[in-house]
């Protein structure tokens, strides 16, 4: 926290608030600050390091060069206290709020649906209210732009950019092309059902009037400090004259429990402290200090923050190029930049247009606000993005120290060793000059990361030729790559052997042979990746050399024979990466004419927390305030997969500043035993099974005392071998015991019978929640009778109850668990935060005082588990047409170190090893592998896509044996209305074949598939693919008396509802949906009718919300209810027809009738016995089609989601936005699982992945180009509540069309090469796997190391 420093005194303001601050402590972030000193808690904290962008907040200060007011968005989980002297900081809650008014944009995210859970909303609304302060009327480009650092898991983006559009200069529906046949000029009746194309009606919003802004605070206007940045070029000399008269400031420091903060205000000061200190951190932007001290564990003891000298903030246009000081931020350099590029001739920019494109890509535009060039260069980065342009350039630095200044260039002897530079410790990096290309000079800069946007290189490079006079002969070549080794490097002697060559072909051919030998990289090399990190050396060479050769024809003027060189075929590979417009409609059928308009069943009626959520007033669990005397609980976690605890030594944790208590196994008053299985420890007792398994807690005062002693928790272990993979298990028989098969038919006949017979197998890899709300429990004991009241983060409050009350001891009734909401679940709350939970209330119950703790996004990535990764062998038979005719699959799947919900999810998989196909002959077994893995658990969608995706992949592979198109094999092996599937369930209302037609023709498939094969035939290295995948999902909980909800409604005597039911709210809009179906029933508006929480004292017994069927079971329990109230009003209601609902309330509450009522309800029919493969397991199915249109870049395996169509089949829906929000979230979170989200393990089990930095989840730039969602018309389900379906699992699995969309653009490529046999492309589809998968002449010159010659850096589960 702020107070517990000793120094000067901190001034800034807070909305407007002036804050003092005397005793600062320089570890603080602004993050910690607003929300623990100032209560300010809209601003969330979703990972604190820079990846997720839910802390954004408004930085404003006044520049005194440029004599005006800037504001820029920065993270607030890396802004440390201490750099806000004289700043203002604009919250979520000081732009608007709910009482007053709300901002347009917050109120435009909650109008467009762009809120689900709301825990990212704060950080969005901030990002685009920075932008409107610097462009009242920004176009599409720049509102992407500013959102490159926003993740949200939810939403799946689209409705965020559609109601922020409407402040674009350049809006309308899809950029008023109004040719998609999607588009919603295409609105139309049918058959007297109206479909309606829009979620929201933009002539509600208020406009946006920039002059109603808060203002300045008029205090720091008049200051007179020395912190502008003089960014006009050509007037430095005056300007600085100006700064040197400007009063100066006194040199600040701040001292804090370990570490001291100095902010000098000139250069002497400056290099003297750093002679004084010569260990002492320079932090500008923090983005890198901030993130080695709070995740690596570095302990800087002195920081110098050279922010108010004005030698380190300056630009200045010299005789050779473009000097900047070092402080200068990147956004600065951007800014700068592209004002050069505009204004030189192009032959001089060539080296700033490599720089733009680097930072077109670089971090997200918070960081790139705070962040310095100095401190790019400086952190000697080996994927630094900046440093191979710096190296291939020979950009110059000027260095300083008391000594005086020097000047040296970034070549290959600058960078001396990982992490290190030249710089001796006492000197400084004064300023950078970018020089200008020459005449005849050219240069590049490609970077190929996981993710486009906001994600750090795999590899990066720069590269530079001169000519020499009009000519193609090389005079001088500078190739430099980053994440090829420590440092950034140059390819010295690939250079020099280039050097007086000809720019052609043979050229290109010799330097790929001269790079492939010299870029070579141990196949252990720390970051893995190995092959594909040396194919990208070649083929980022290769572009090079077309791009270069694509100049030279030109600038030659056709004087050669150049241009022949250069086929129009391999154009493409020259193009940079660049984002097609969006467009996107969402279809869906509006209510009957004659629907009242109080009734909203059916209606798009916005998410009921959106405003507070986009107002940063819905309260999470981390929110509710502190309690006087509460502890902040640190876990206490396994660093080795598989070992013997020795000993715990806790000694070193006593003489930690507010500690008080070191909790473990010993202090449990009940059982130690826990997990849905019974297999698993609250707290490890002498063994531990994985990486992350919880083995104490350490209890202290805040959270950076209890973070402190527990990492002076001191753990000896003796090493057991760990079991990390599926392969693993399976060749050590490593199983839970549970063996599930569902067999049907004579599978041997089925393949006597077949024209073909094909053998495969598929991995596909786990997944991680990435709610962005952390697991969370705040536990208060009540002092009575073992009385305990958790707060908690979960979707299942029955089991946290009753693992809560077993640790303790005590009766279930002495615990009451209750629940607001939360920031996603997805899955990942329905188990996992027991073992939180039940960690928290022992050492609340151990304290007797109110314990909380909220994980860090790596604790949690370390320890709740995700989806599990799957692996699957099929032999399948088929006919020459490519219907299927038998099937053989086994399933195994990675568990973990504990049953959890292994089972229910390989059961889901196995009941959908069919998709929507019909197979007679079905052979099928799925094994649970027991690894040294944290536990997996449910996610979205519950093996539900493992199993499809591995039907969709024999699938794949017949359509190119038979050399058919797959959307034909696919179509012809649909089932039909009343089939049965391999379960042997009829399926009714089958409406797939109804959705994939309309999904044919709304996305013009066909037409469509021809250009794409034009495409193909025009570009080498370029291609496009296209795939229409259907998908068939059951609904219901598989264990049936899961199938079960409660609801309790009480009316009170002014005739408002206070309303309770079984499910949870995690952004899905259950509570809305529930409210609706009250409304409707109960027949007043929705405004009457409340949702406070869901809490164990109100409904018992609750199922878990899980399994898409919460607004099904829990819409029939409050309908229950609502009934019950209903038939007791009816004597008042026939007494006084006429009366109101408060008239009838009165009467009911006078005549002693009860207005309190419980609602219940159960599927019916419901059970299956996989000995006999009889029953019914599913109550229904939701069904839905998606098609997919990709280009992938075969160099760099990059791709981008052209197209997407979904047509869905909700019922009837309830909430057309809150079902289209649940479709297209899923989806997205679909495109994650399917071709971006991996996690990676040591081959010792150690998981690398545990934050955004290196797990990368979809971002704003990941949605498809073009998205349309279509609700499918009249078809009522008459088995859940209003005739509706459940929507939240079903349309993830659609993501698979992306996925096979991509591998069928790779096998076009792959047909370049003469290969047209079927291929193994396992999930995600990374740019690794893709670039792996398009063979050619690069990827011949690396080939890969024999496996089991080598360890790898990095296995898969
Ligand atoms: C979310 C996130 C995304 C990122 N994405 C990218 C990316 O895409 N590409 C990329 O290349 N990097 C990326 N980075 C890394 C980082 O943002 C950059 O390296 C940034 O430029 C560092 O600048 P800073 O001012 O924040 O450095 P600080 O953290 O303030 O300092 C970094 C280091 O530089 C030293 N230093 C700073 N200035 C000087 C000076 N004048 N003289 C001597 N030493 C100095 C400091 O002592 C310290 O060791 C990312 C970081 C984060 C958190
Ligand atoms: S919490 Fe700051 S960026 Fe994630
Ligand atoms: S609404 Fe964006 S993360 Fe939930």
Not at 269 to 274: G, M, Q, T
Not at 458 to 470: H, N, P, S
């Amino acid at each position: 926290m702020a107070s517990g420093g000793t120094g000067d005194e901190l001034v800034f303001f807070v909305n407007g608030k002036k804050v003092v601050e005397k005793n600062v402590d320089p570890e603080t972030t602004l993050l910690i600050y607003l929300r623990r000193k100032l209560g300010l808690c809209g601003t969330k904290l979703g990972c604190g390091e820079g990846g997720c962008g839910a802390c954004t907040v408004m930085i404003s200060k006044y520049d005194n060069l440029q004599k005006k007011i800037t504001h820029y968005s920065a993270n607030a989980c890396l802004f440390p206290i201490c750099a806000l002297h004289h700043v203002a900081v604009t919250t979520v809650e000081g732009i608007g709020n709910t009482k007053t008014r709300l901002h347009p944009a917050q109120e435009r995210i909650a109008k467009s649906h762009g809120s689900q859970c709301g825990f990212c909303t704060p950080g969005i609304v901030m990002s685009m209210y920075a932008l409107l302060r610097n462009a009242p009327e920004p176009n599409m480009e720049e509102i992407e732009d500013a959102f490159q650092g926003n993740l949200c898991r939810c939403t799946g983006y689209r409705p965020i950019l559609e109601g922020y559009r409407t402040f674009a200069k350049n809006q309308g529906c899809c950029g008023k092309r109004g040719n998609g046949p999607s588009c919603c000029m295409n609105e139309k009746e049918e058959n007297a059902v109206t479909i309606s194309s829009s979620l929201f009606n933009p002539a509600e919003f208020q406009p946006l009037d920039p002059t109603q802004e808060p203002i300045f605070p008029p205090e720091l206007l008049v200051s007179d400090f020395r912190t502008g940045i003089c960014i006009l070029p050509w007037g430095y000399a005056a300007l600085y004259q100006e700064t040197q008269n400007s009063k100066p400031h006194k040199q600040l420091c701040f001292k804090g429990e370990r570490v001291m903060w100095i902010q000098p205000t000139t250069l002497q000061e400056l290099v003297a402290l750093k002679a004084q200190h010569p260990s002492a951190k320079l932090v500008v932007g923090n983005t890198e200090v901030g993130i080695e001290m709070r995740l690596k564990n570095m302990l800087y003891p002195v920081i110098l923050a050279p922010a108010w000298i004005p030698e380190m903030n300056f630009v200045q246009h010299t005789d050779k190029g473009i000097a900047f000081g070092a402080s200068c931020t990147l956004s600065l350099v951007e800014k700068v930049l592209s004002k050069a590029v505009a204004e030189l001739p192009p032959y001089k920019t060539e080296v700033f247009k490599a720089v733009l494109e680097q930072l077109r890509w670089f971090a997200g535009l918070q960081i790139r606000n705070v962040a310095s060039l100095g401190g790019n260069i400086m952190t000697a980065s080996p994927i630094s993005d900046l440093n191979p342009v710096f190296m291939a350039s020979e950009t110059q630095l000027t260095l300083a120290s008391t000594e005086g200044k020097r000047i040296v260039t970034v070549d290959e002897k600058f960078f001396t060793g990982y992490r290190k530079t030249m710089l001796k410790p006492e000197e400084i990096l004064l300023s950078i000059e970018i020089p200008y290309s020459r005449k005849g000079e050219y240069f590049s800069a490609f970077k190929q990361a996981t993710r486009r946007e906001d994600d750090i290189a795999i590899v990066t490079c720069g590269m530079r030729v001169l000519f020499q006079e009009d000519s193609h002969r090389v005079q001088k070549i500078k190739l430099s790559y980053g994440g090829m080794a420590p440092t950034t490097v140059l390819a010295v002697k690939t250079c020099q052997k280039l050097i007086g060559r000809d720019w052609n072909e043979k050229l290109m051919q010799e330097a790929c042979h001269l790079l492939a030998d010299e870029m070579n990289l141990s196949p252990s090399a720390p970051g893995g990746m190995v092959d594909f990190r040396r194919i990208l050396t070649l083929s980022f060479f290769f572009k090079f050399y077309l791009t270069v050769l694509q100049k030279l024809s030109q600038q030659l003027n056709g004087n050669n024979n150049l241009s022949e060189m250069l086929p129009s075929s391999y154009l493409s590979a020259t193009e940079l990466f660049h984002k097609d417009p969006i467009a996107n409609v969402q279809l869906f059928q509006e209510v009957p004419p004659g629907q009242a308009v109080e009734d909203t069943v059916g209606r798009p009626l916005v998410h009921l927390s959106a405003a507070k959520q986009a107002c940063g007033e819905a309260v999470y669990c981390d929110d509710i305030p502190h309690y006087e005397n509460e502890l902040y609980c640190t876990l206490v976690t396994s660093t080795k997969a598989h070992a013997k605890i020795i000993s715990v030594d806790t000694t070193e944790t006593q003489s930690v500043p507010g500690f008080v208590y070191f909790i473990s196994a010993k202090d449990i008053p009940g059982s130690n035993v826990t997990g849905i299985a019974n297999d698993e420890t609250v707290f490890a007792d002498d063994t531990v099974t994985c990486v992350g398994h919880i083995i104490g807690g350490v209890l202290a005062d805040t959270q950076e005392h209890s973070r402190k002693a527990a990492k002076a928790v001191k753990i000896k272990y003796e090493d057991l071998t760990p079991i990390v993979t599926i392969e693993e298990a399976i060749e050590k028989k490593s199983f839970f015991k549970r063996i599930r098969k569902i067999n049907k038919g004579n599978v041997q006949k089925g393949f006597e019978e077949s024209d073909h017979i094909l053998e495969g197998e598929m991995y596909i890899g786990g997944q991680e929640h990435f709610y962005l709300e952390t697991h969370c429990t705040v536990a208060v004991p009540k002092g009575e009778d073992g009385e305990m009241e958790l707060f908690v983060s979960t979707q299942n409050l029955t089991k946290t109850q009753e693992f809560v009350a077993n640790v303790l001891g005590v009766p279930s009734n002495r615990i009451l668990i209750r629940v607001k909401r939360m920031g996603g679940g997805f899955g990942g709350k329905e188990t996992r935060n027991t073992i939180l939970s039940t960690v928290v209330a022992v050492a609340a119950f151990k304290t007797g005082c109110p314990v909380r703790c909220m994980l860090d996004r790596d604790e949690d990535m370390l320890i709740s588990g995700g989806r599990h990764p799957f692996l699957g062998q099929y032999k399948v038979g088929f006919m020459n047409n490519g219907k299927v005719n038998s099937l053989e699959v086994s399933y195994y799947s990675n568990g973990g170190n504990s049953v959890d919900l292994s089972y229910g999810v390989m059961e889901r998989a196995l009941f959908h090893l069919d998709n929507a196909y019909n197979i007679p002959n079905v052979s099928s077994l799925g094994i649970v592998c027991k690894t040294n893995l944290s536990s997996n658990t449910a996610f979205r969608g519950f093996g539900g896509p493992q199993g499809m995706m591995i039907a969709e992949c024999w699938m794949h592979d017949i359509a190119m044996k038979c050399g058919l198109p797959a959307e034909q094999v696919r179509k012809l092996n649909l089932y039909n209305e009343g089939d049965l599937t391999h379960f042997n369930q009829k399926l009714e209302g089958f409406t797939v074949q109804r959705c994939w037609e309309e999904c044919l023709e709304s996305s013009n498939y066909h037409a469509r598939r021809k250009l794409i094969d034009e495409f193909n035939r025009q570009n080498r290295w370029k291609k496009r693919g296209m795939a229409i995948i259907p998908t068939k999902f059951g609904i219901s909980f598989t264990v049936p008396f899961l199938n079960q909800a409660g609801a309790l409604l009480h009316v009170y005597t002014d005739g408002s509802v206070l309303l309770t039911h079984g499910g949870t709210e995690m952004g899905q809009g259950l509570h809305t949906k529930m409210i609706q179906v009250a409304s409707r029933t109960l027949g007043i508006p929705t405004s009457k009718i409340y949702i406070s929480e869901t809490s164990t004292n109100t409904v018992p017994n609750t199922s878990p919300t899980a399994a898409s069927v919460s607004s099904d079971i829990n819409g029939m329990a409050v309908y229950n209810a609502c009934q019950t109230i209903l038939k007791r009003l009816e004597p008042f209601k026939q007494s006084n027809p006429k009366g109101s609902w408060e008239d009838w309330i009165q009467a009911a509450y006078v005549n002693c009738v009860s207005l309190s009522a419980t609602g219940f309800y159960r599927m019916p029919d419901l059970g299956y016995d996989f000995d006999k493969n009889e029953g019914k397991p599913f109550c229904y199915f939701t069904y839905g089609v998606a098609s997919s249109e990709v280009e992938i870049d075969c160099l760099t395996g990059d791709h981008k989601n052209l197209r997407t169509d979904i047509v869905m089949d909700v019922g009837t829906s309830l909430n057309p936005a809150i079902d289209v929000g649940q479709i297209e979230g899923a989806f997205v979170q679909g495109i994650g699982l399917f071709t971006l989200e991996e996690l990676r393990y040591s081959p010792e089990g150690n998981l690398y992945t545990r934050g955004p930095g290196m797990y990368k989840i979809p971002a704003f730039g990941d949605i498809p180009s073009e998205f349309y969602v279509s609700l499918l018309r009249n078809c009522p389900n008459s088995k859940a509540i209003y005739s509706s379906k459940a929507v939240g699992e079903p349309p993830l699995f659609l993501s698979a069309s992306v996925f096979y969309a991509i591998k069928d653009a790779i096998f076009s490529a792959r047909r370049e090469s003469g290969l047209t046999e079927p291929f193994r492309l396992d999930s995600p589809a990374t740019p690794e796997r893709i670039r792996n998968a398009c063979v050619d002449i690069f990827t011949k010159l690396c080939p890969s190391a024999e496996p089991g010659t080598f360890k790898p850096w990095s296995v898969r589960a």
